[in-house]
């Protein structure tokens, strides 16, 4: 019984330290032109952020924020403050999909938005005219992290090559940023997967011919296991749907 107590508060205290740190104040600047075609691909490895779900509802983070890629498919809640000018009332819920570069030539408050050490979002223009004016440029938001609300399964989309496959994984609700991958052919045992890059997860296992199973883990500590999502005539290519947080 102890035992079982420890564990629980082990998982309260990881959903807290996710989600219950309250507001924190930061930037927020828009790019991406009127219709946010700009803001395709990034450094998430999303693609088409129409036909992955995400909509203009996005993010670039600065590197306090972006850790290295491992805050892709992270959501945020964002509200304009502090500026009655500019500010919009209400807030928007975005997703992190995109790297904001720091620029070492500008200062800080001068055009270095998202050098080191700022907590910076670089918004779609679309989500950004939700909450302040256009002409305002940059303008102070407080954010919080939030769950992640998705409709559908976890989508996987299998690229690379025979010994290389690169596996993307989008649609994740949740916390959303994914922390573990494991892969399972229907002739394999569970293999631990590698972050090649945003949210590519990568396996040189020879997989080919197998049925695969995926095993996701979030940055809340939670798992989701999706069993046999694609079938033995799986092709590179294509896109499968899985399972989903609650």
């Not at 009655?84 to 997703?95: A, E, L, Y």
């Not at 907590?119 to 005219?129: A, C, G, M, R």
Request: aromatic share 12%; net charge positive.
């Amino acid at each position: 019984m102890a035992f079982l107590g420890l564990l629980l508060l082990g998982i309260l205290s990881l959903v807290s330290s996710v989600y219950g740190q309250g507001w924190t104040d930061a930037h927020a600047t828009f790019y991406g032109g009127g219709d946010a075609s700009g803001t395709m691909g990034g450094a998430c490895g999303y693609g088409n952020l129409y036909s992955e779900g995400y909509g203009t509802n996005t993010a670039a983070l600065s590197t306090a924020l972006f850790n290295n890629g491992m805050s892709c498919g992270a959501c945020f809640e964002i509200k304009c403050v502090n500026d009655p000018r500019w500010c919009r009332p209400g807030s928007i819920f975005v997703t992190a999909t995109n790297f904001c570069p720091p620029n070492n030539a500008l200062p800080n408050n001068a055009g270095g938005w998202c050098n080191p050490p700022q907590q910076h979002f670089d918004l779609s223009q679309p989500v950004f005219e939700q909450i302040a004016q256009y002409k305002a440029g940059i303008v102070p938001v407080s954010y919080r992290r939030v769950p992640c609300s998705r409709k559908g399964g976890i989508r996987f989309t299998i690229n690379g090559h025979s010994y290389f496959n690169l596996v993307l994984i989008t649609n994740v609700g949740g916390a959303g940023d994914v922390r573990a991958v494991s892969i399972k052919g229907s002739r394999t045992d569970w293999q631990p997967m590698s972050r090649n890059w945003g949210q590519n997860w990568q396996s040189n296992s020879y997989l080919n011919g197998q049925s695969l199973s995926f095993k996701v883990t979030t940055s809340d500590g939670h798992t989701v296991v999706s069993n046999n999502v694609a079938p033995a005539g799986w092709s590179f290519g294509q896109t499968f749907s899985g399972l989903q947080f609650p």
